[in-house]
């Protein structure tokens, strides 16, 4: 009997420890898969309007989906899957206001969104509010001070962002996670981004040892220069 439990229990804590759907795409930059998955919950999402959960996914696949393009330079789809997942992400949020988590993602949706001055103007503003909220309502979350470290990556210097704030709350997300290959990555662009591309291939190595799929690190890895 104790056997069977302890083999039941190391059974679920290898299904939480696998990566999903969406992180398998994400990792292998599928976005066919990927563009299925967030068919596939906008379908569940349309037949479940208040349902808080599957607004939430609906509005992650989306989140994926862009999040892949802009890393292969589509900006315009990053930006169509993005304002797609947004809808979905604020009637989420709205549904169940204490969620950081679901502030998280539709501040990251915010700021996929944007590809240009008037796309800033409109979406600058909401991507930080929302963004804020889910730090201050989990301050001791990584994620929130990763997809915050994001944002300040992307945001203009003059701004109050750029790569040292960026690097600042990757930092902190992995103070937060140690194991957090996400933040290993996005600290490693801001540090080649402050042209000091040595510790930032050391950030991009640690990033795929942490999770040796992401072929986004990989190239991440292979075009920072050795010296």
């Not at 066919?32 to 599957?54: G, M, Q, R, V």
């Not at 997809?147 to 210097?157: D, E, H, K």
């Not at 996005?186 to 291939?201: H, Y």
Request: glycine share 6%; hydrophobic share 40%.
């Amino acid at each position: 009997m104790k056997r069977s439990i302890i083999w039941t229990l190391s059974a679920a804590a290898l299904l939480a420890a696998a990566p999903s759907a969406l992180d398998t795409a994400r990792d292998t930059q599928d976005r066919a898969a990927l563009t299925k998955l967030a068919d596939d919950s906008a379908a569940t999402a349309t037949k479940s309007p208040n349902d808080a959960e599957a607004q939430y996914r609906m509005a992650l696949a989306c989140s994926y989906l862009a999040e892949v393009a802009i890393e292969q330079h589509d900006r315009k789809q990053g930006q169509q899957a993005a304002e797609r997942g947004i809808k979905a992400g604020e009637k989420a949020v709205a549904l169940k206001p204490d969620s950081a988590e679901y502030y998280r993602v539709l501040g990251t949706l915010y700021g996929q969104a944007i590809i240009d001055i008037p796309s800033g103007l409109s979406y600058g503003p909401k991507a930080k509010d929302a963004i804020n909220k889910a730090v201050e309502k989990a301050p001791k979350s990584s994620s929130v001070y990763l997809a915050r470290g994001v944002g300040n990556y992307y945001l203009p210097s003059m701004l109050g962002g750029g790569p040292k704030p960026a690097e600042e709350d990757c930092r902190k997300a992995i103070e937060l996670d140690s194991k957090n290959a996400e933040a290993y990555l996005w600290l490693g662009l801001s540090l080649r981004k402050e042209n000091r591309d040595a510790e930032a291939r050391q950030a991009f190595a640690k990033s795929l040892e942490l999770n040796p799929k992401r072929v986004w690190a990989k190239q991440q890895l292979e075009k920072t220069p050795v010296k």
